[in-house]
C-alpha cells in the first residue's frame, strides 16, 4: 500500500543525519572528530567523574603557550614569574609557576571536576610576588568552551581582545587516565604453548676393552751338533 504524501515520514535534517553518522561509528568502534563536550554528553559518554545532573560535565582544562608583559622590573634581566588560573563556578585550579620568563609553556592540565556547561570560563595569568599582591598579566573570558571541539586549541586574548598581543593557549581535553576505546569483534591473541625442551639422552661412553698382552714364546734352542 502506497502511502500519501502527508503520510510519508520525513527526512532527517543534515545535523540528525551528521549525528546519526556520529553515533554508528561509535558503536563501530570508530573515532568521531571534532568531538564537543555538549555532543560528548548527549551521546551518554562521560570521561573521569559522573556528574550528578545532565547540564554538567567532568571539566579538564589544559594550558599551553602563552605571552605576558614584564612586571618584574626589580633588576636588569628580570621577566615575569607567570602562573595560570582557571575559574569556573567557584572552583579555582592553578598552575605551577614559571619563573622569568615572558613566553612560558606550561603544557600542564587542571581539572575542575564537575561544572555547568552554561558557566564562562575566566583565565588568568599572574605573576608571583612574595612581597605584594600577584600582579594581573593576561585576564580572557570563554563563554562557549561546552561547543568546542575536544583537543582543539583555543587562543584566549588579554580582555578578550582579539589585536591584543597578549594571549594564552587552552583546550578542553579528557582527563589524563582516560577509559580505553573498546575494540569491536576483537580476537583474543592465541595462547602460546611453550615447545617442551627435548629431553637429553646420553650417550653412553664407549667400553675400553683392554688389549691383551702378547703371549712371548719362547725361541727353540739350536741343535746340538753331535
Same mark, same amino acid.
Not at 585550579?93 to 564562562?120: A, M, Q, W
Given at each position: 500500500?502506497?502511502?500519501?504524501?502527508?503520510?510519508?515520514?520525513?527526512?532527517?535534517?543534515?545535523?540528525? %543525519?551528521?549525528?546519526?553518522?556520529?553515533?554508528?561509528? %561509535?558503536?563501530?568502534?570508530?573515532?568521531?572528530?571534532?568531538?564537543?563536550?555538549?555532543?560528548?554528553?548527549?551521546?551518554?559518554?562521560?570521561?573521569?567523574?559522573?556528574?550528578?545532573?545532565?547540564?554538567?560535565?567532568?571539566?579538564?582544562?589544559?594550558?599551553?603557550?602563552? %605571552?605576558?608583559?614584564?612586571?618584574?622590573?626589580?633588576?636588569?634581566?628580570?621577566?615575569?614569574?607567570?602562573?595560570?588560573?582557571?575559574?569556573?563556578?567557584?572552583?579555582?585550579?592553578?598552575?605551577?609557576?614559571?619563573?622569568?620568563?615572558?613566553?612560558?609553556?606550561?603544557?600542564? %592540565?587542571?581539572?575542575?571536576?564537575?561544572?555547568?556547561?552554561?558557566?564562562?570560563?575566566?583565565?588568568?595569568?599572574?605573576?608571583?610576588?612574595?612581597?605584594?599582591?600577584?600582579?594581573?598579566?593576561?585576564?580572557?573570558?570563554?563563554?562557549?568552551?561546552?561547543?568546542?571541539?575536544?583537543?582543539?586549541?583555543?587562543?584566549?586574548?588579554?580582555?578578550?581582545?582579539?589585536?591584543?598581543?597578549?594571549?594564552?593557549?587552552?583546550?578542553?581535553?579528557?582527563?589524563?587516565?582516560?577509559?580505553?576505546?573498546?575494540?569491536?569483534?576483537?580476537?583474543?591473541?592465541?595462547?602460546?604453548?611453550?615447545?617442551?625442551?627435548?629431553?637429553?639422552?646420553?650417550?653412553?661412553?664407549?667400553?675400553?676393552?683392554?688389549?691383551?698382552?702378547?703371549?712371548?714364546?719362547?725361541?727353540?734352542?739350536?741343535?746340538?751338533?753331535?
Amino acid at each position: 500500500m502506497r502511502m500519501s504524501a502527508e503520510a510519508r515520514p520525513t527526512m532527517p535534517i543534515n545535523s540528525d %543525519r551528521a549525528a546519526g553518522r556520529s553515533a554508528r561509528r %561509535r558503536r563501530r568502534g570508530v573515532p568521531v572528530m571534532n568531538m564537543t563536550v555538549a555532543t560528548i554528553a548527549a551521546a551518554g559518554a562521560s570521561f573521569g567523574l559522573a556528574c550528578s545532573s545532565s547540564s554538567q560535565t567532568d571539566l579538564t582544562v589544559w594550558v599551553g603557550h602563552a %605571552r605576558v608583559p614584564n612586571k618584574d622590573w626589580a633588576s636588569i634581566g628580570d621577566k615575569s614569574d607567570a602562573y595560570a588560573k582557571i575559574m569556573i563556578d567557584d572552583v579555582h585550579k592553578k598552575s605551577e609557576t614559571i619563573y622569568n620568563n615572558n613566553h612560558p609553556t606550561f603544557d600542564t %592540565r587542571l581539572h575542575l571536576g564537575c561544572v555547568y556547561k552554561t558557566s564562562t570560563m575566566q583565565v588568568e595569568l599572574r605573576d608571583l610576588d612574595s612581597l605584594s599582591t600577584d600582579d594581573l598579566l593576561v585576564i580572557a573570558h570563554w563563554a562557549d568552551w561546552a561547543d568546542f571541539p575536544m583537543e582543539q586549541t583555543k587562543r584566549l586574548h588579554n580582555n578578550d581582545d582579539a589585536t591584543d598581543n597578549y594571549y594564552v593557549d587552552v583546550k578542553i581535553t579528557s582527563p589524563t587516565t582516560s577509559p580505553p576505546t573498546p575494540q569491536p569483534n576483537a580476537v583474543p591473541p592465541p595462547t602460546a604453548h611453550p615447545h617442551p625442551s627435548p629431553t637429553a639422552h646420553p650417550h653412553p661412553s664407549p667400553t675400553h676393552q683392554p688389549h691383551p698382552s702378547p703371549t712371548h714364546q719362547p725361541h727353540p734352542s739350536p741343535p746340538t751338533h753331535q
